[in-house]
Each structure stands twice: as structure tokens, then as C-alpha cells.
């Protein structure tokens, strides 16, 4: 549904995150603000919006994540920065918008003076004034709220996949949804309590047990009976997909009659392609939080989809905006 604005709201989308920014801008009935940014020879920017910002309300969007042309850090820089132009130049109110939140996989410590990134990613933003912040399904949602001192917003992303899958998913047979780590199990059970009322009736839960040695999965054991269900595999975002394909499998060997998988972000990393092409998955579904995917779709058979993140952002958005 196509949510609308007043007059006082401005949404600017920075490069790099513009495809995302149009499309929002599109389901809010407006345009995009004005901005320039600009490259300097010895490796600085700018960025300034282009009209009045004063007693508006301010909404800025961009995704931390690398692309060919920058780091997580330069996009990070460049966020912070306009966010601050924005807060000086008058605004009412600024809400950063960020679809996916870079850094936010480090929220503790695990070992011996390890830094915990994700606060002092909450102190960069608090410093430069925003007045809230709105992400889609951040990695540890508990770490993600105390880290901020100012206002957080949460999107679920079963608010876009359920929408999708439910459809797809035929009766007679048993439904689970599963998380392939313990860290995750929160997540899957807002999913599964999602999926339930959208089939209107039960759905089972199921979990993954696993250990990780110097960045190996080294054990997993499948907690939930999954035999002869359709089972939904649910995580915040796919890197390499090892540990996704490793739930499959072992889904698979279970008794699972179908498989399908869903992450918020697609943060793909080598060897991403060749583990989601495996035929333990029935489908694979992301939203375009990181964009462009950084996948060729093409090896994956025609099973991987992208849902997009634009409708639950504006709709965010437009609630804010409406108080």
C-alpha cells in the first residue's frame, strides 16, 4: 500500500544506496531530496543537501556494507558526516535509515581485549545529534537496543517473507521453522508466530546446535522433529552460506520433504554461490538491503529471489513521520 508524506518530511538516499532510496521514495508518493557529494584529489568528500532542511523532518538513507567503489568505513564516514550537515543546517529531525547496519555482528567480546564494536558505532551516531535510528533485523536485536542511547527501531524481516512464503507452502504437511544457531532461535520464533497466523495454523519450532572454532563450524546437532515437513531456515544474513547449506543437509537427511531459506542481508562472501547451489535448498530468498548482490543469480538454478525491502521502509517511515 502506498503510504504518503507531508510537506515537512525530506527523504535523501546517499550514492550507493539510491536504487533502495528511489524505490522507497516511490511507495511514499514523493521524490527524493536534493544533495550533492562531491570527490576531492586527496581522497576527502563532501556531501550538503541542495534545498532547506530547517524545521524538517529529515530521513537519510544508506546501507553500510562494501561495494566496488567503497568500504564499509568510507560509507560509514560519509553517512555520519551528512547526517551532522543535516542536524546543522537546521533540520527538526534526523533519522538515520539504514538498511543494513555494518559492525553490528561485533556486539561482545570473546576474547581477551576485543573491541565491541557495535557501541562505539552507537557513540559515532549519537555524536553527531540524529534523534532516531531505524534498521532492518539487526544481528543480535538485544545487543542493538542497549547499545543506542537515542531511539532505535527495529524491522522484523518476517514482515516481508511471510507475505511471500506463505502462498508457497502447501497443506498437509507439517511446518517448521528453523534456526541454524542457538543465537538466532528469538528470531525464528517471531517468524514462526508470523507464518502461524498467516496459515492459520500450527507451526513447529526447530534449532540447530553448533560450535565455532577460528571461524569453522565444527559441530551442529538438530534440535525439532522436521520429518516430512516444508522446513523455513531462518537467519539475519547469508556470508559464505556454510553454515545455511550445513542446516540443509542436515534437514534433508531428516526427513524434510522441502527447504527453503531466508536472511534479511545478503552479505556474500567467496564460496557464497557454490554453497547456496546446493540441492538441499528449495528456494533462497533475500531482501535488497546490500545492493548490488554481490551473487551471479545466474549459477543458482532459479532459486534465489529478492524481495524488496522498500514497502516495510516507507511504511517505518510514514508511521514516524505520523507520530
Known amino acids: ?55 524538517r523532518d529529515v530521513y537519510v538513507l544508506h546501507a553500510l556494507h562494501s561495494d566496488p567503489g567503497h568500504s564499509v568505513n568510507d560509507r560509514l564516514c560519509r553517512l555520519l558526516f551528512f547526517l551532522a550537515c543535516v542536524k546543522d543546517a537546521g533540520a527538526a529531525r534526523v533519522t538515520a535509515v539504514v538498511p543494513y547496519l555494518g559492525y553490528a555482528r561485533k556486539d561482545r567480546r570473546t576474547q ?45 524481516m518476517h514482515r516481508l517473507f511471510v507475505p511471500e512464503l506463505a ?81 540443509a543437509r542436515s534437514c534433508r537427511e531428516a526427513g524434510a520433504r522441502q527447504v527453503l531459506a531466508v536472511a534479511a542481508h545478503g552479505a556474500f562472501a567467496r564460496g557464497a554461490e557454490g554453497n547456496l547451489g546446493n540441492e538441499a535448498f528449495d528456494r533462497v530468498l533475500i531482501t535488497d538491503s546490500i545492493w548490488p548482490v554481490k551473487i551471479d543469480r545466474n549459477r543458482l538454478g532459479g532459486k534465489f529471489e529478492i524481495v524488496s525491502a522498500a514497502p516495510l521502509f516507507a511504511g517505518a517511515i510514514a508511521r514516524l513521520h505520523g507520530g
Open 112 to 156: 581477551p581485549r576485543d573491541p565491541v564494536t557495535l557501541r562505539y558505532l552507537a557513540q559515532l551516531f549519537e555524536a553527531m545529534g540524529i534523534d532516531r535510528l531505524l534498521v532492518l533485523e539487526p544481528h543480535n536485536p538485544a545487543a542493538f537496543d542497549n547499545a543506542f542511547r537515542v531511539p532505535t527501531e527495529r524491522l522484523g
Open 167 to 247: 502462498p508457497r507452502i502447501a497443506a498437509g504437511h507439517p511446518v517448521v521453522v528453523c534456526s541454524p544457531d542457538v543465537g538466532g532461535v528469538k528470531r525464528a520464533v517471531d517468524f514462526r508466530e508470523a507464518l502461524a497466523d498467516a496459515l492459520e495454523r500450527e507451526v513447529e519450532d526447530a534449532f540447530f546446535e553448533k560450535i565455532r572454532a577460528a571461524g569453522e563450524l565444527t559441530l551442529g546437532r538438530l534440535v525439532g522433529d522436521v520429518q516430512d515437513a516444508t522446513v523455513v531456515l531462518v537467519d539475519d544474513l547469508i556470508a559464505t552460506g556454510s553454515t545455511l547449506t550445513h542446516a
Open 1 to 55: 500500500m502506498r503510504e504518503n508524506l507531508t510537506d515537512e518530511a525530506l527523504l535523501f538516499a546517499l550514492q550507493g544506496s539510491r536504487t533502495l532510496g528511489q524505490q522507497v521514495a516511490s511507495e511514499l508518493g514523493i521524490r527524493l531530496a536534493e544533495h550533492e557529494e562531491r570527490e576531492f584529489e586527496d581522497g576527502e568528500h563532501k556531501a550538503r543537501p541542495l534545498q532547506s532542511v530547517r524545521d
